[in-house]
């Protein structure tokens, strides 16, 4: 019987153009290694470059939602100060103040623009008490927040597992034939495919 989980091949997209961050936290680290590959090996299957991925990490999945919302932010930063440039010129969209050192500017490289996703991992157990309740929620609601509010897909790669097995399976690390589905790729797919559709939104393309 086929999986009837996940969503259904859409037509392949080409990641070339895009620029794409993973954060990841850091407890349960070898589901997290593994969901990073995932999300990794697809992420370059699909183009995206891999001057255009940046990876960074946090303690836990609570620091999630403000990494990813300071990484969103920062690349728009990133932009702008490569407008200026103190040797080579000063450029304001297509107009630009000739340089007084006689060096022209460089061309803004690909791998500063800003991102056009973000994928969040991490990974919370259930244990003995309220504590994974209320992270779950509290991640969950924010980083549906911070996309929202920036209009940057952000790609929840956050696995609510009930048991160590669980989480193991999302990974592709299971025991015995019950290996399971490493979600990883699944989340490179979807910043891939929401990147790509936000860009043609944004221009106002519409199938």
């Known amino acids: 019987m086929s999986d009837i989980k996940g969503p259904s091949p859409d037509a392949k997209i ?15 680290k070898v589901i997290i290694d593994a969901l990073v590959a995932g999300a990794l090996k697809k992420l370059k299957e699909a183009g995206v ?53 006689g060096t022209p500017a460089p061309t803004i490289p690909s791998a500063n623009q800003a991102f056009d996703a973000v994928i969040a991992i991490g990974v919370l157990i259930k244990g003995a008490t309220m504590h994974f309740e209320y992270i779950c929620d509290a991640v969950s609601h924010s980083l549906m927040k911070i996309q929202v509010d920036t209009g940057v897909p952000v790609i929840f790669g956050v696995l609510t597992a009930l048991n160590d097995n669980q989480a ?40």
């Open 49 to 101: 470059k891999e001057s255009n991925i940046v990876v960074e990490s946090v303690p836990g999945s609570f620091e999630l939602p403000l990494a990813c919302s300071r990484m969103i932010g920062g690349s728009h930063i990133q932009v702008a100060s490569n407008e200026v440039d103190l040797l080579g010129g000063i450029s304001f969209g297509t107009t630009k103040v000739p340089s007084r050192t």
């Open 168 to 207: 193991l399976e999302r990974a592709g690390l299971g025991q015995g034939e019950q290996k399971g589905h490493n979600h990883g790729e699944d989340w490179g797919l979807a910043a891939v495919e929401m990147g790509s559709h936000v860009r043609r939104w944004n221009s106002g393309k519409f199938l």
């Open 14 to 28: 080409d990641g070339a153009p895009l620029r794409i961050a993973i954060v990841h936290a850091r407890w349960n």
